[in-house]
């Protein structure tokens, strides 16, 4: 098990290889299909910092976060995976999720030092390893608003990494 | 009388979406024994611990709690009043806000709707159930009320299909299998449960699949079933697509009522790995 803090350098995530089983801590982003594509637009405009947001080294949860819970929704729906290589150019390098993701998207990832990982969408379990947290932007988007979270421990798997993934064993 | 079924259907709908069947709870211990794969172990045996966690909190299996469906068995001797009805919905609504659901109800006209653009009601006990489904039932003096939650990425992935049979049955069967198998595949949450009905219309076989999600037993399954769930589990995605035997845990099959025609219509829904969510009560 391989233990990451966010923010997550660059050395760290390129250490990791496909299958690898991580253990994930700290400041994280959830956003899903509603509020990804508004977050990259927010880069691409440098408006970032006016909501205190920092990608660099981050990590992005696709999930939802409302008071049923959290869990990883399907990291293949359009509007997510699309999105997953424009934010590791903006600097996020962990990607947590579930479903397989396509090549293009896998190697995309790997030019940009950025790892994309299978969360078993174990709400109860991933619930109470949530801390804090609190909404950072869109919170006309309900549950799918971008929020910010404090996790404490979060195991995933890793699925794709420098160019590979676990779809191609 | 009507606030008593309203609070019965409210506990029933919590215990579908915080609950497995013991039959279900089984198929994983199993599962976990005959597992040869270690991510997919792994997998299995967290999933399963989140099933104690959920039950002993009394918390949501999934936070997509999903759309709540219901399925109604009545007898002749028994009479379905709109009284009752309306207790049933407001049952929902209330379970909905006591598990908590997921406040996932879209705001706004036919097409802020469709479009997502009217805002999201923030009242779990918004979230409207499906049409019910009702039914005669076997036993005169039964009235029976099944509710099953709905996740939305079965839901992406469930068909419902024309297939041509050339009057053999391994035609049919065949196709099920491909359909099955591209479903799992890309079905984030597996080991999956294949709920699948067989009928004459679009209609009759979404409900026949319903009704195999609420009659299937894991510990019960027929040499049909037992194929499906073989040759699906023969790719090897294995549970979340990591490798593994166990892509899906059984298959629940039900085959209404055939035309005379060349054409069988299918509808097959891969139930994530904790559905189907399904609680019953007799009123």
Known sequence: ?169 | MSKEISKKIAETLIKAGTTFRADQMDAYEKAIVSETNERAKWVLETILENAKVAQDTASPLCDDTGIPHVLIEIGKDRCLSGAVMAAIQEGIAAGLRAMPGRPMALRGDAIQRLEQSGGIDGDAGAVLPAPFLIKSADENDVLRVHILLYGGGPAIRGQVKSVFHKHCMSVVIDEIVTLASEGVSKLGCTPCTLSIGIGRSQFEATALMMEAQVYGKYDIQNDLEKEITSRVNAAGHGPLGLGGDHSVLATFLRVGSQRASGVRIVSIRPDCCFEPRVASLEL
């Open chain 1, 1 to 169: 098990m391989k233990v990451l803090s966010a923010p997550i350098s660059k050395k760290d995530i390129d250490e990791l290889e496909v299958g690898d089983l991580i253990e994930v801590h700290g400041y994280i982003y959830a956003g899903r299909d509603s509020v990804l594509p508004k977050l990259v637009r927010l880069g691409h405009d440098n408006r970032l910092g006016d909501l205190n947001i920092s990608l660099e080294g981050g990590v992005v949860f696709h999930s939802a976060v409302s008071i049923a819970g959290v869990g990883p929704t399907s990291s293949n729906k359009l509007e997510i995976e699309s999105n997953m290589v424009p934010l590791s150019k903006m600097g996020v390098r962990l990607h947590i999720g579930k479903g397989a993701i396509g090549d293009d998207t896998i190697r995309g990832l790997a030019d940009h030092h950025a790892v994309f990982a299978i969360i078993p969408p174990v709400s109860a379990l991933l619930t109470s390893l949530v801390v804090e947290k609190e909404i950072v932007a869109f919170p006309e988007e309900g549950m799918e608003a971008l929020f910010r979270l404090k996790v404490h421990g979060f195991t995933a798997i890793v699925a794709a990494a420098k160019g590979k993934s676990i779809f191609q064993d």
